[in-house]
């Protein structure tokens, strides 16, 4: 088996507002990944995937507060540690980032060459401007990007650029597990398949060893990841390989997230959408069954009773329902 | 760079049309006053006599001096060049003294009194401003609101608060002037010491009110600034603290700029009631007595003064905005 490079165990996170009320966005999440693999995080708006991106990091600032779970990134435990060790030793080196609004990542009365020494510059203190450049240099060009986009301001430069660019800076140093925050949801059809062929690069040419990537495109995932794990309501509520939970989902919530992906096709005016009915629950006051019961088809009184545990289906698979696994397949079976 | 030379030259023509209209208002619009200023010197001049024919001929001179029997486009075609050679005429209201002598009397005791309260508000305000958006808490709690009230209170509520407590009660400060009107004007201690005394109460009623506004302004900008994505995308690259809280502030300070320079280049405006209650030898004393006078020479040369601050300010600022934000600078080439 592979090094794990990324792991995570029971990492629970919370909001809590300006009065005072705590919002469990991550609900005891865990997740591995080994060297050389990528791990996709799948779900609707609000499922807490884009909180899971920022608490993945072990660096945490108001309103979001780390409550229980540990991080081990390359087999460092770095929960605890004091938020300047894990800014000097952890971010951008071990493990980096990429938001989901490039647009406005970078800093808009910077040019990109001098955002770049900064960011070397919290890890390297002493490094030269000359050695800078010829590392910043050396990494877009490696990434396809040409060497004057680092002159230039944010503003000088277009969307898919400005998207290539964070990915590029974000990679400046090289990190173990870089966490990919829908890096492209905001862009045209040919930028965003540039800007994922630019992230596959990145663990193709040995850039990074690891990769979590979060979207609410299923079948992207099914495209760039190994893995794939869903989240709903704070938790994961399956995990598996991609190939399994694309072509063989468990859990409804799986089953219909694919069921309600539009597929551009001929007639698709006469397809009628399966959109999940229902919207997710309130986190402020989770209800005390499955979060997914009120939405879900197959809801049995059982199922709002007490809170729903992650069952192991086989070797690296995971659902969080109350139905037996043979019983759901033969659910999807008979309605097709 | 080619660009940036359009961008200038652009500016500039602007600049010299906005400069000739407001130029040509500014001698208009005096003249359009009702009242005959010149009956008044005349009739000052001709005090005790009592030939008929010559207090006519006193009006008929004065009205020659002034050349007010002219058209008015002829009067001015001659007031243009007389402007250009730096030649503002006789003040009416103060005849015999010139309009040069009574501004330049006037105006250095206004840019004394102006620019240095601009200035320490400007950056006393800016500080706190950011202090708030970054400590938040208590300290915002107590700046928010009392920012608000020392912004929003007019410039003579301001005045008058200062002058009832601390001239009126304590008698720490004297209550009008500029210096003592005991003294005349020299380099001795004790009318250097006058003066800075006679200088408190104005320019502390200056200060407070710029540090109101521009406390306000800083504040909401760190906040929107504080919480923008490149802040979090850079704290997540592991970029000091420090560091940036620098980018934080040099981007909430761009639109504080224009606060600068907008206070600047209306400063004599701004400073006429200041100076009308401490009854301070400055300009704004100098335009309540012309108006008061219907003096048009006088009238025109210091609205003349506070219309081309004005401008040079805006002209110096979208220059230098063009050189200091790059995303102006952008915007120039389209």
């Not at chain 1, 938790?235 to 597929?263: N, R």
């Not at chain 1, 049995?300 to 289906?313: D, G, H, I, N, Y």
């Not at chain 2, 320490?120 to 202090?131: D, E, H, Q």
């Not at chain 2, 301070?280 to 004393?285: D, I, R």
Request: glycine share 8%; aromatic share 10%; with cysteine.
């Amino acid at each position: 088996m592979a090094k794990v490079v990324l792991e995570v165990n029971e990492l629970t996170t919370r909001y809590i507002t300006r009065f005072r009320e705590s919002i469990y966005a991550v609900d005891h999440v865990s997740l591995k990944v080994e060297s050389g693999k990528s791990l996709g995080i799948a779900g609707e708006s609000g499922c807490g995937k884009s909180t899971l991106a920022l608490s993945l990091m072990g660096y945490y600032f108001a309103p979001l507060h780390y409550t229980s779970g540990e991080i081990i990134v390359d087999e460092r435990n770095i929960t605890g540690l004091d938020p300047d060790e894990v800014r000097k030793t952890i971010l951008g080196t071990e493990i980096s980032y990429i938001p989901q609004a490039a647009m406005n990542a970078l800093n808009p009365t910077r040019r990109v060459i001098n955002f770049i020494e900064d960011v070397i510059q919290a890890h390297r203190p002493g490094i030269t401007r000359t050695e800078v450049y010829a590392m910043a240099k050396e990494r877009f060009e490696l990434l396809g990007l040409p060497a004057e986009v680092l002159h230039k301001y944010p503003v000088e430069l277009s969307g898919g650029m400005k998207q290539r660019t964070v990915i590029a800076t974000s990679v400046i140093l090289s990190p173990k597990v870089l966490i990919a925050d829908e890096p492209s949801s905001a862009l045209d059809v040919t930028s965003q398949k540039m800007v994922i062929k630019m992230v596959m690069d990145l663990m193709d040419k040995g850039i990074i060893k690891s990769l979590v990537f979060i979207t609410h495109e299923l079948p992207l995932l099914y495209n760039v990841t190994d893995d794939i794990m869903v989240m709903y309501a704070g938790q994961v509520i399956e995990k598996g390989s991609a190939q399994e939970m694309v072509f063989d989902p468990i859990h409804p919530y799986t089953k219909a997230l694919m069921g309600s992906i539009i597929v551009p096709e001929a007639g698709l005016r006469n397809v009628k959408l399966a959109a999940i009915p229902g919207t997710p629950p309130n986190l402020k006051n989770p209800p005390s069954g499955c979060r997914f019961a009120e939405r879900c088809k197959y809801v049995m009184p059982e199922c709002r009773v007490a809170s729903v545990e992650l069952q192991k289906a086989s070797e690296g698979r995971a659902y969080r329902c109350l139905i037996p696994e043979e019983d759901l397949r033969k659910a999807y079976k008979h309605e097709k | 760079m080619k660009g940036y030379r359009d961008y200038f030259l652009r500016k500039f023509a602007w600049f010299i049309v906005t400069v000739v209209v407001a130029f040509t208002l500014n001698f208009i619009l005096p003249r359009l006053m009702p009242g005959d200023p010149v009956a008044a010197i005349a009739a000052r001049m001709a005090q005790g006599m009592s030939n008929a024919t010559g207090v006519q001929a006193v009006y008929e001179q004065y009205t020659r001096l002034f050349a007010i029997d002219k058209p008015i486009l002829e009067q001015y075609v001659v007031y243009i060049g007389n402007v250009f050679r730096g030649d503002f005429g006789y003040s009416i209201s103060q005849y015999p003294r010139t309009v040069a002598d009574v501004i330049s009397a006037s105006v250095w005791w206004t840019i004394a009194l102006q620019f240095p309260a601009i200035i320490v508000g400007w950056i006393i305000g800016n500080t706190l401003g950011a202090l708030a958006a970054y400590v938040r808490k208590g300290f915002d709690k107590v700046l928010l609101p009392l920012s608000i009230f020392l912004s929003n209170m007019p410039a003579f509520g301001m005045a008058i608060v200062l002058l009832v407590i601390f001239s009126v009660d304590l008698k720490w400060f004297p209550t009008s002037g500029g210096y003592d009107y005991a003294m005349i004007p020299n380099m001795s201690w004790d009318f250097v010491w006058s003066v800075i005394v006679h200088y408190q109460l104005p320019f502390w009623s200056i200060v407070l009110i710029t540090i109101g506004g521009q406390a306000i302004g800083m504040r909401s900008m760190a906040i929107y600034e504080l919480n923008a994505d490149y802040v979090k995308y850079a704290r997540f690259l592991g970029i000091k603290d420090f560091k940036i809280i620098q980018y934080v502030f040099r981007n909430a300070m761009l639109p504080q700029i224009t606060g600068l320079a907008l206070s600047i280049g209306t400063m004599v405006g701004g400073a006429l009631v200041a100076e009308i209650i401490f009854n301070y030898p400055g300009l704004g004393s100098t335009i309540l007595t012309a108006v008061l006078g219907g003096d048009y020479p006088l009238i025109s040369a210091t609205t003349l003064i506070i219309t081309l601050m004005a401008l040079v300010a805006f002209f110096a600022l979208e220059i230098v905005y063009g050189l200091i934000d790059p995303r102006i600078k952008a915007a120039q080439s389209d």
